[in-house]
């Protein structure tokens, strides 16, 4: 083969890779702002509006969406896995150990339900999810978040694998701080997500080890008092709604007096002592203490980080005509 000939089919083979990556980049263009301005330009506006009624109506769904894309992000891929119900073969991550205290749920089939009348079959429940979030956040007086979309929905549930993934409040923050390095989220993220601890509250199940038999002594003793008062019971009744607001300062709003909770040794869970007063952490904590302003910058950070994690994109997965459940069991 001549030289020119080698050129000419070398130039050929070139351009059809080339147009066969730009037709594969079109036809999956991963996440971008604003996906659905043209096949649902309302889609973004709408999951906005529900957000704020339901918030309006019932107060406590801002805390389950903002718990939602810690547990559906953080297991493996941002694809609504968590939404999926059991099935006769499959137990769903919603009835994991890890998901203990996960509720409202129905909320997001509301949001679906409004979405579908406005254009049906386009918009993702993994979009809701993460989008309800951001706007959860917003409710709760934290900062607007700008968040890509174009997520899919996954068609399994990932219950075998949760706890690989989620730590537990009781593991070291060594664990804490390997698992989120895994999803690219560094040492200040994490614990600017681990602020998320600001708002909402913890059952008494969760804490009952570090009351009794004996009072954990690194517990501040003004807040053991209230601690015992409202977890009476060394092994409470797990389907009982007993619990203590994780800030009793602010319990509804999104702030840093989280981080001034937990210098004041008045964290609940082991993860918020450690973070306190690991060597690591410590520092960001006493920053994000003395500045709301860096605690957002760093949460806004982190939340953008988990929100992109291994989304299904393109033609992968599906959208789901109901968040419960993946479209082949229809």
Excluded at 206 to 224: F, G, M, Q, S, T
Excluded at 239 to 246: F, P
Aim: proline share 5%.
């Amino acid at each position: 083969m001549g030289v020119k000939a080698f050129f000419f089919f070398a130039l050929l083979s070139y351009w059809a890779v080339s147009a066969l990556t730009q037709d594969e980049a079109e036809a999956d263009p991963g996440l971008v702002m604003n996906f659905y301005k043209d096949t649902c330009p309302q889609a973004e506006d709408i999951i906005k509006e529900q957000v704020k009624l339901l918030y309006k109506r019932h107060k406590n769904t801002a805390f389950s969406w903002l718990r939602n894309i810690f547990h559906d992000c953080g297991v493996q891929s941002c694809d609504a896995s968590l939404l999926l119900d059991s099935t006769r073969r499959t137990l769903s991550e919603k009835e994991t150990d890890r998901s203990f205290g996960l509720r409202n749920f129905r909320y997001l089939e509301t949001i679906k339900e409004a979405l579908e009348r406005e254009c049906p079959g386009v918009v993702s429940c993994a979009d809701i999810l993460v989008l309800s979030a951001r706007d959860g956040i917003v409710a709760l007086g934290g900062p607007h978040i700008p968040l890509k979309t174009g997520r899919r929905d996954g068609r399994r549930s990932r219950a075998d694998v949760v706890e690989q993934y989620l730590p537990d409040h009781n593991e070291s923050i060594s664990v804490v701080l390997d698992r989120f390095a895994s999803m690219g989220i560094d040492t200040p993220g994490v614990v600017a997500l681990l602020g998320a601890h600001s708002v909402g509250r913890t059952h008494c199940v969760k804490l009952v080890h570090r009351l009794y038999p004996e009072v954990d002594p690194v517990l501040n003793p003004n807040h053991v008092e209230h601690m015992l008062y409202k977890c009476p019971d060394a092994i409470p009744d797990p389907k009982a709604v007993q619990y203590v607001r994780n800030d009793r300062g602010t319990p509804m709003v999104l702030d840093n007096n989280y981080y001034r909770n937990i210098l004041d040794n008045k964290g609940l869970l082991i993860v918020d002592h450690q973070l306190a007063t690991d060597k690591r952490t410590k520092p960001y904590v006493k920053k994000m203490a003395k500045s709301q302003a860096y605690f957002f910058k760093e949460f806004s950070r982190a939340i953008t980080i988990l929100s992109e994690n291994n989304p299904l994109t393109g033609t992968k997965g599906e959208i789901r005509r109901q968040c419960n459940v993946a479209n082949k069991h229809h």
